[in-house]
Each structure stands twice: as C-alpha cells, then as structure tokens.
C-alpha cells in the first residue's frame, strides 16, 4: 500500500483478555517502530525493529507486551492480561532505515480497555 | 539522550508568523533536529529536519544557532489549519538508534 496501515483501527476489551494489534509497514521500510499515546499526552516509544530484529524491549512498559516482526514487514504488538491503564492510541511508524529518518505513521488503533 | 524543552502551548492568529522553539541543552555532536506535527486522531508527519544553521522547505522553516542548544520552528502566515501539536525530537541520523520520547509537544490553536 502506499502508506503504514494499522488495524483494527479501534479495540474494545474487558480487562484481562489479550489483544493483538498489527502493522503493515510501508513496502521497503526496514525500520519499524510501535509507541502509546493516551490522552492528551505524548507519544511514547515502546519497541523498535530493524528488520525481523528488535534490538531493545526496554521501552515495553512491562511483560504482558510483546512484539514481533515477520518477513521484514508486518508486525504485531500483543498485549496480554489487558489492565485499563493499556487504554490509549497504539501508534507504529516505518521507515528507511534507522531512527533520524522520516518516520511514516499508520492512524493507529484506539485500545479501550473496560 | 537529548532532552527536549518546548512550551506547552501557543495561540496564534490566522496569518501571522508562528515561531515555537525548542531547547535542547545536551545535544550531541551527531545529533539532528527533527520537527514533527499531529492533528487530532492521526499520527504524526514530518515536517522538516536540521543539523545545524537554517533549513527551509515549502511548510517551514528550521533555525538552528551555531551551539545548537535551542532550535525554533518558524511557520509562516499560519491559518486555522494549521492548529495541531509540534513535536521537537533530538536523535542521531546513522548509526543505531535511540529510545525517543516525543514528550506532550507543542499545541498550536490557530484563531480566525
């Protein structure tokens, strides 16, 4: 496609069931990139790929995240145990290659945890 | 990891030069100055990057000081549509990447 598509484009979940949410990154990006945005605040890093590889998990807020990346191009960011505090917009971005370049952004998915 | 300071929000008038800066005290020698913008329900996009001096593209401008601690977004003769939250990020271009916080930004209301 020609830009980062992201689905669902909006959860609803009862606190404790998993969620999977995924990320078609632009055709050729190697880098990829998933953060949080709740309301009102910033974007937070969570995870980065550089190919299938993620170099550092230490932006994952705890153990109940986790992500992969297949083939170099999709990526899927689960969520499992959901808490109402994992409410907020999940965000992923492509690029080129490393951080400094212009990074794409999908819409997000918008995670309601009830 | 550069930290970036930005205000939290600005008021402009429909026409008018907006001028948003950022500071980043401990900036890198590798560093680059990013600028990003968001409107309400959608990601971020770019909107222009720097090293150092001035930058200019068809959406802003970029100024950066020769120490390179602050750097300011000028956008000209804003209109109401360009009301949307300006993130200032500090990273390296090459060479791995880092663990980058857009922080909260800066709101931009637009007023007719």
């Known amino acids: 496609g020609a830009g980062v598509s992201q689905s669902p484009s909006n959860k609803v979940t009862e606190k404790g069931k998993d969620v999977e949410l995924r990320c078609d990154p632009i055709?050729?990006?190697?880098?990829l990139y998933w953060y949080r945005q709740s309301l009102g605040q910033g974007l937070e890093f969570l995870i980065y790929?550089?190919?299938?590889?993620?170099?550092?998990k230490s932006g994952l807020p705890s153990d109940r995240f986790s992500a992969e990346r297949t083939g170099g191009s999709v990526s899927t960011l689960t969520i499992q145990r959901t808490q109402q505090e994992d409410s907020a917009v999940y965000l992923c971005?492509?690029?080129?290659?490393?951080?400094?370049?212009?990074?794409?952004f999908g819409p997000g998915t918008r995670l309601t945890v009830l | 990891l550069a930290k970036t300071t930005q205000p939290i929000s600005m008021d402009s008038y429909e026409g008018q030069e907006v001028n948003i800066t950022c500071s980043h005290n401990n900036i890198a020698t590798n560093d680059y100055i990013t600028w990003y913008q968001q409107f309400p329900s959608q990601g971020p996009r770019f909107i222009i990057q720097?090293?150092?001096t001035k930058v200019t593209n068809e959406v802003a401008s970029l100024f950066i000081p020769a120490d390179r601690k602050s750097s300011t977004l000028s956008l000209p003769r804003v209109s109401l549509s360009d009301t949307a939250v300006y993130y200032c990020l500090v990273g390296p271009l090459m060479g791995g990447y880092q663990k980058v916080t857009f922080g909260i930004g800066t709101k931009l209301q637009v007023i007719p």
């Open positions: 790929f550089q190919g299938n590889s993620a170099p550092d």
């Open positions: 720097g090293y150092k």
């Open positions: 055709s050729g990006h190697t880098a």
């Open positions: 971005a492509s690029s080129l290659a490393v951080w400094g370049n212009e990074q794409f």
